[in-house]
Structures are given as structure tokens and as C-alpha cells.
């Protein structure tokens, strides 16, 4: 038999797939666990209870939140449910507003925001524009594009043949045109069409090869001609379906029924779109075209402009951009999910986005040396937690990116380039995570709860969900207002102090003595196993061999509760004594070492030596692990 010394100095390799078990000669192995649930990983290496979440209000229901940042006195929530938007600046409801978009819709909506004013589109909405004037006052109103005279400076395209002619009847006021082909629905009436470069404004259907129009500039003659467009967003068309600005220009890609077109505003005139002669400052428009299906998912402004299509990635150069500087150049071939929308998230420089297989999420970064993007895989050691992904947000405080899941899980990556640390955790909850966004410093979820759906805040105070705190300076034992979260079971800490479990009924619990300060709210558990040990022999590194933990030790940083497993089934530890006459005092916050023996030999060659598993609604955090154990070669 021979004894050994391993330490865990950091987590910084976080939950490793299962696929992974075998690669004891890796890195990950080293600084990797095999499960890691509702715990957050700090770049510095150690691992803490995640935060709980503050119950903030009751939405209308599933949707998805949007941040809209102003300056850091001016940080709103948006909160898009079925055909509203609630706004909420610190917590608190500012105002509700009539939106056009349904609940499925909600799931595909994009945007951008410039000063006070949030552009929102849907291939199938027309797109809107959401401004507000103080913190109550907001409007929602239609796109209005660039006009002078009676012409309107918008996007245009011809959907029909080229051989398709249009004949005018006239050249000026009322008139009927009629095309070569069936090319008109009666969802034309007040699309504008252009004729020979003339706008004429349809005012009546008649059938799919004749409408009535008004003409708003003087046609050139009434020949039969092949040039002609028709607006490019409609009803009949469809409209946007993302949208950016980059360089002074407003740039919308793709759209319902041209879904691989990106066109660029007018440099500082962001709603006009006419392409005039080609000038330096004149719109521009153009189709991505390759190989392969290329409808535009996403734009991002970064050093370049970023396009992610469905089948592809590409930078769109020119310094500055103008129709004749432009140029387009595919970079990586990964692809981006179409039917819902993952916002980009920018980290140091990379923008983040989830691939189109669901299953991976990728960092589309610049390589100086290949003066090209790349497209690296982040996923690629815990792939097994990456299932279609509907959400995403950067915490910039504590460098960790949140992607909500469409199971309703949320995995959690603490990404720091310079050290390379790419460590991924699990996050639960009871119910479901739906949406995520930080407005100011705050990290707000939309969470299922039942039937009904919460708005809740990350609070590194709480150690429970859908929390609610109180306070009272006398100290009582029914504390009420719990309505939220009626017929649950639910922890409850009472002057810092975990309390037996309590049932919500009519909105109150009641305490078996008085409290001053309370914290109720939903339990979780947090995890953390290690990977199956290694054993170092003559022949190398190997698994498989009978072995026994002696003792275990860890470093802990304010902590206040420790369940550790080591082969009786999670046990607390108890790190700090307090005198019989202050055992009601409240759980004191530890930092030190703790050291925990081993109970018998692990002979499976997949089980863990130690196990930490705890839902005590207290903090815990583990800085490093090393432990003593002895194996039977």
C-alpha cells in the first residue's frame, strides 16, 4: 500500500463532461470536477454557493427581459410578456405598454438602442421604435423612414422575375398598373412601389397583375418596363429581422422573405436608405452569398462589423465603410440557431454566440496573427450541459456569462482569458429559468414558479430563490406578505439563524419564536464533486485501484455552513464551537482550514473520495482541497 497527497489549489476547470473521465493526463482533469451545481467559480479559483434571487414582482408572464442603459442613473428593465412591455427602473414598475408582440413572438424579437430610443424587430411585425421621455413616459410607434417631398427613402427590391414588366396607365396622379406577370396580393394596398427609380403608392387591389396607385413622383413615360422594385418590408414581404449600428449608420440584416440582405443606412442620416450615385456617404445594400444557406442571424458592431448567419460568419470591412470601400469575407462556418434569438454578448473583446446545433457555445475573436476571426469552442469539456440555449448575459462584476437553457437550467461560464480559465457550473432552481439581463449592476431572471412567473434579482445576501426578506425591531413570530410565494415550502432564516421548514399559507408562516430580520424563500442545493482519483504507480498515472480517503482538508473563506460526504452520506462540519450560551446565536461566517476523515475503502472506479452537498440556506466557500489517501496497489 502507498500513501499520496493531492491538492485542489482551484476549480478553475469546472463541471467536466462524463466523455472526459478518461483523460487523466489532461489539464481539466487536474482542476476539474465532475459535478459543480449551484455554485459560482471565481477567476481567482475558488468555488462559493451561488447568490439567491430577490423576488422583485409577479409578471404577466413568460417573455424575455432587455436591458435599456441610458447612463448608470438611467438603467431600466424592460420586461416583454405577451403583447406588453413593463418597464422597471430599480425594482420598482415605472409603467406598462401596449407591444404588438405575442408571447412566441417575444422569443425572436431583436434590437439595438442609440440615446433614449430602442429599435425592436420580428420578421413578421412591422418594426418599431421604443423612446423614452422620463422614466414613466415611454411610446411605441412604427419606423419612420427618411422622406423628401412625397418619396420615402426605404429599403427597396424586386421579389419578381427580372423579365416582369410593370405599364403604368399614366404618368401623374391616380393610375393603374398592370404587370406582365401574377405578381400583386391584396396585401400591397399601401406598399410603395418604384418605377423607373419614381415612387407610385398602391392604393386598391384588383388582381395579381393590376392595382391602382397614386403616383408621388412624375413617372419618365408610360412604356412597359423592367425596372422596377417594390418596398423591401411589408406585410406582404415580410420586415427586419435584426438590426445595429456601426460607423454612423443604421444597418438591418436580412429580413422574412430576403433573409441573406444587409443594408446600411446614409452615414449620420440613419432612417434614409437611398443609394443615390454610390457617393462615400450614400446607402448601401448587398447579399451575402456563398455555398451555403446564409440567412443573417445577428450583427454585431466590434472592431469589424460581425455577421452571423445560419450557416456561416463573416466580417464586413472598409475603413471607413462606403459602396465603394465595402468588403465582405467569410470567416468560420458554425452557424447560429434561426427560430429564436440568443443575444451576442461581447467578453473581452470576443462576442459570444450560440452555435446552430444547440449544443455549443462559440467565441468569435480576431486573430492578430491571421488577421481573421475564429470561432473557438467553449463547450467543448461540458457539452453535456449546453441544451438549446434561448438566453445570455454578461455579470461584468463578476466575470461570469449566464445562458438560460431551454429546459429551464442555466449554465454559468466564469471566462478569463488572460489566466485561461474557462470553467462551466450548473444552476437549478425550483421551477424554470425563462430570461436574463443585467440593467446597471443588477442581474435580473424571469423564473417559473408554478403558474405563475417571477421577476427576481441575483443578491449575494440571499441563500434562497424567490427570496423575501423583512425586518421588525421589536422581533415577531408570523411575519406576513408571503403571498408570492403561497403553498410552498420554503427555508427560512430568522436573524441569521436556518429555521425548521415552514408551509406559506394565506400569505404568512409562523415562527416558533421572535425574529428582528427574516429571509423565506425557496431552497436549493449546491454541489461539488470531485473527479474520480488518480493513482500514480510504476506503470504511470492509473484508475481502477481500491482506495481510501484519509482525511480531507479545506480551505474555507467566510463560510457558514459545510455538508460534506465521505462515505456516510453528507455530514456538517463543525469548524467553530460556540459556548453553550450563545448556541441561538447566529451562524458566524468562518475562514480556515477544516479537516474531515474518510470511512472505508472506493472501489468504483467512477465514485468521488469526498462529496460536498448542502441546501442549508447559508453561505460556503471553498478556496482549495487537498487530501491524504492511501491505495492498495
Not at 414588366?165 to 399614366?170: Q, V
Not at 398602391?202 to 423592367?226: D, G, P, R
Amino acid at each position: 500500500m502507498t500513501r499520496s497527497v493531492t491538492a485542489k489549489t482551484t476549480f478553475s476547470g469546472g463541471e467536466v463532461s462524463p466523455i472526459l473521465l478518461g483523460r487523466g493526463d489532461s489539464r481539466i482533469y487536474e482542476n476539474g470536477c465532475r459535478r459543480m451545481r449551484n455554485v459560482f467559480i471565481h477567476p481567482t479559483g475558488g468555488v462559493s454557493r451561488r447568490s439567491g434571487l430577490r423576488y422583485v414582482a409577479q409578471a404577466p408572464g413568460r417573455g424575455r427581459l432587455i436591458a435599456f442603459e441610458f447612463n448608470t442613473e438611467q438603467a431600466y428593465l424592460l420586461v416583454f410578456t405577451h403583447l406588453q412591455m413593463d418597464v422597471y427602473k430599480s425594482g420598482v414598475l415605472q409603467t406598462t405598454v401596449t407591444t404588438p408582440w405575442s408571447e412566441a413572438q417575444v422569443a425572436q424579437i431583436r434590437w439595438t438602442q442609440s440615446a433614449d430610443t430602442l429599435l425592436v424587430v420580428h420578421p413578421d411585425v412591422a418594426p418599431k421604435k421604443i423612446t423614452r421621455t422620463s422614466h414613466a413616459a415611454w411610446t411605441i410607434e412604427d419606423w419612420a423612414f427618411f422622406s423628401t417631398g412625397n418619396a420615402i427613402r426605404q429599403p427597396s427590391h424586386k421579389f419578381a422575375k427580372d423579365e416582369v414588366t410593370l405599364t403604368p396607365s399614366a404618368t401623374t396622379g391616380a393610375i393603374s398598373v398592370t404587370a406582365s406577370a401574377a405578381v400583386f396580393e391584396a396585401g400591397h394596398v399601401g406598399v410603395r412601389l418604384l418605377i423607373g427609380g419614381k415612387q407610385v403608392g398602391i392604393t386598391a387591389y384588383t388582381s395579381a397583375t393590376q392595382v391602382s396607385a397614386t403616383v408621388h413622383e412624375t413617372l419618365a413615360n408610360t412604356q412597359a418596363t423592367k425596372d422596377w422594385e417594390e418596398q423591401a418590408f411589408s406585410p406582404v414581404r415580410g420586415y427586419p429581422g435584426t438590426v445595429t449600428f456601426h460607423q454612423d449608420r443604421l444597418t438591418i440584416g436580412g429580413s422574412r422573405d430576403l433573409p441573406n440582405r444587409l443594408w446600411m443606412s446614409k452615414s449620420s442620416d440613419l432612417f434614409n436608405f437611398d443609394l443615390g450615385t454610390g457617393l462615400d456617404d450614400e446607402a448601401i445594400e448587398f447579399a451575402i452569398l456563398s455555398d451555403q444557406v446564409n440567412a443573417i442571424t445577428g450583427l454585431f458592431p466590434g472592431r469589424h462589423l460581425q455577421v452571423l448567419t445560419t450557416g456561416a460568419e463573416w466580417m464586413v470591412t472598409g475603413e471607413p465603410l462606403t459602396p465603394g470601400s465595402i468588403q465582405v469575407r467569410r470567416q468560420t462556418r458554425v452557424g447560429s440557431p434561426k427560430d429564436r434569438n440568443v443575444p451576442l454578448r461581447d467578453v473581452d473583446g470576443a462576442t459570444l454566440f450560440v452555435a446552430a446545433n444547440g449544443k455549443e457555445l462559440r467565441e468569435f475573436i480576431f486573430a492578430d496573427i491571421e488577421q481573421a476571426y475564429q470561432a473557438n469552442d467553449l463547450t467543448l469539456s461540458a457539452r453535456h450541459l449546453i441544451n438549446a440555449p434561448v438566453d445570455q448575459e454578461y455579470d461584468r462584476s463578476q466575470r461570469l456569462l449566464h445562458v438560460v437553457m431551454g429546459d429551464g437550467s442555466m449554465a454559468t461560464i466564469t471566462n478569463y482569458r488572460p489566466e485561461q480559465i474557462t470553467a462551466w457550473t450548473l444552476q437549478t432552481t425550483d421551477g424554470a429559468f425563462l430570461s436574463i439581463a443585467e440593467a446597471g449592476e443588477e442581474v435580473y431572471v424571469l423564473a417559473q414558479r408554478g403558474a405563475a412567473a417571477h421577476l427576481e434579482r441575483f443578491d449575494p445576501g440571499l441563500n434562497t430563490d424567490s427570496a423575501i426578506t423583512g425586518t421588525d425591531p421589536t422581533g415577531k413570530t408570523v411575519w406576513t406578505g408571503l403571498e408570492p410565494l403561497e403553498g410552498r415550502t420554503v427555508k427560512v432564516v430568522g436573524d441569521g439563524s436556518v429555521l425548521a421548514d415552514q408551509t406559506v399559507i394565506s400569505g404568512q408562516i409562523t415562527l416558533p419564536y421572535p425574529v428582528k430580520s427574516i429571509e423565506v424563500g425557496l431552497g436549493y442545493t449546491h454541489i461539488i464533486e470531485p473527479l474520480p482519483p488518480l493513482v500514480g504507480g510504476a506503470m504511470g498515472t492509473t484508475h481502477g485501484l481500491p482506495t481510501r480517503l484519509i482525511r480531507a482538508t479545506f480551505r474555507l473563506h467566510e463560510t457558514a455552513a459545510l455538508m460534506v460526504d465521505t462515505g456516510r452520506g453528507p455530514q456538517p462540519i463543525p469548524f467553530k464551537r460556540l459556548p453553550e450560551a450563545v448556541l441561538d446565536a447566529p451562524t458566524s461566517l468562518f475562514s480556515g482550514d477544516v479537516t474531515v476523515r474518510g470511512i472505508g475503502w472506493v472501489r468504483d472506479d467512477l465514485s468521488p473520495l469526498w462529496r460536498v452537498e448542502q441546501d442549508a440556506p447559508l453561505p460556503c466557500t471553498i478556496l482549495s482541497v487537498s487530501t491524504e489517501q492511501k491505495v492498495n496497489m
